[in-house]
């Protein structure tokens, strides 16, 4: 008789709130972001909502994997780390203007003084050089510079000094500053300085530039009170603020209204 009434008792209950989650950025207000998106879901499946920031993308992919956040809005490094989860379904993703996907860029910069003017001649350079990338997961500030290191044999570990400078322009900053001889950060910044100030971007120079980057899509974490289907329809179905909010989270999102399907 207790079984059956503890069993009742967890039926009626209501679910726990849907966590909403991303990671912060100190350049965006990202609860605000993604609150629009946390509403109109909870509205559609009659449930409270809770919008959750991680520290950094990685700490958002921890999360998803261990099932616990419920939705969350992605960057590439963390959905690349979680993709291959049965239970991680990407349900949207945001219809980026063309413009802007051409824009997203990562690139590595070194001060001229350091005497390294090309990717080849890292390996033998790295172990005196003082290396800046943006936070650990990073797409264009950290993911696809290690990788184009790796390319050119060189590991993390081969500098004299690793930094996390937290943000895109912080790494940027650091190699004017002197702070650092080689750094990771977005095509974005470095863009901007090459226009503003020539002459203080005369005392760089870049050694390498990615392909444009696609954005990380909206993931759904499967479970018993978290339909991940309904959850995509929704947003796919999206007549509202929900998408034109959370594009302005993400400079490498700028000016999407709308989600589309993600490609499978």
């Not at 559609?44 to 099932?67: H, K, N, S």
Request: proline residues 8%; hydrophobic residues 50%; charged residues 20%.
């Amino acid at each position: 008789m207790i079984a059956l009434l503890l069993a009742a008792q967890l039926a009626a209950a209501p679910p726990l709130p849907l966590k909403v989650a991303t990671y912060a950025y100190p350049k965006y207000d990202r609860a605000a972001a993604l609150k629009p998106m946390a509403d109109q879901l909870g509205a559609a499946l009659g449930r409270e909502t809770q919008v959750v920031l991680l520290e950094a993308p990685d700490a958002l992919a921890q999360a998803i994997a261990a099932g616990e956040v419920d939705v969350a809005m992605t960057n590439l490094a963390a959905y690349l780390a979680v993709q291959a989860d049965p239970k991680v379904q990407a349900v949207a993703v945001l219809d980026v203007p063309p413009a802007t996907a051409g824009r997203y860029r990562g690139v590595l910069v070194a001060r001229r003084d350091a005497r390294v003017t090309a990717m080849a001649e890292l390996p033998e350079k790295a172990a005196r050089l003082r290396y800046a990338e943006v936070l650990p997961g990073s797409t264009s500030g950290a993911l696809v510079q290690a990788a184009a290191l790796r390319q050119v044999g060189v590991a993390p570990g081969r500098f004299k000094e690793v930094r996390q400078a937290g943000t895109h322009e912080a790494a940027l900053a650091a190699l004017q500053t002197g702070d650092a001889d080689l750094a990771a950060f977005a095509e974005e910044p470095w863009r901007k300085l090459k226009a503003d100030n020539p002459q203080a971007a005369a005392g760089l120079v870049e050694l390498w530039r990615s392909d444009p980057l696609p954005a990380g899509p909206v993931v759904c974490v499967r479970a018993a009170t978290t339909p991940c289907d309904k959850i995509g329809a929704v947003l796919l179905g999206d007549a509202g603020p929900a998408a034109a909010e959370l594009a302005k989270g993400w400079s490498e999102t700028e000016g999407a209204v709308r989600f589309s399907a993600p490609i499978p």
